[in-house]
């Protein structure tokens, strides 16, 4: 039996509303755009179509400008993994900003992997 070709789509990126990470739902594209001004509620990221990958895992990182948390040390890169759980499978990646927000502001790097190799990237730019 030939095995199942896996396709992915980055299909949409930019702003998005307000994300309940609990919900299967995903956040609502406001509008496609990878410059966003900083400003309370506001979710950024992309949303990724991938197809024929039950099963497997896709791994994460969002790489941020350097900032504080709150014992004072440099926050690292976010990582983690997601398992696929349906053959026909939408990934939001994204983040939201929160205060004080002059330090959120800069290149923020999204990517996705499945298998070490690398299904999405994308660059936003926060900026006040």
């Known amino acids: 039996m ?3 070709k896996i396709s992915w ?3 949409s990126y930019g702003e998005y509303s307000r994300w ?5 739902k995903l956040p609502k ?8 001004l900083i400003q309370p509620d506001i979710e950024f990221g992309y ?3 991938i197809k024929g990958a039950k099963g497997k895992v896709v791994e994460y990182c969002i790489d941020h400008p350097p900032f504080k948390n709150k014992e004072g040390k440099t926050e690292p890169s976010f990582k983690g993994q997601y398992f696929v759980n349906s053959n ?7 983040d939201t900003v929160w205060e ?5 502001a800069g290149e923020w790097i999204l990517t996705t992997k499945m298998d070490g190799k690398v299904i999405a990237q994308k660059s936003i730019t926060l900026h006040l």
């Open 2 to 4: 030939a095995k199942k």
């Open 9 to 11: 789509e980055l299909y």
């Open 20 to 24: 309940e990470r609990t919900s299967k």
């Open 29 to 36: 594209l406001l509008k496609i755009t990878d410059s966003i």
């Open 47 to 49: 949303v990724i179509k």
């Open 88 to 94: 026909d499978y939408e990934f939001f990646l994204g």
């Open 100 to 104: 004080p927000y002059d330090d959120k």
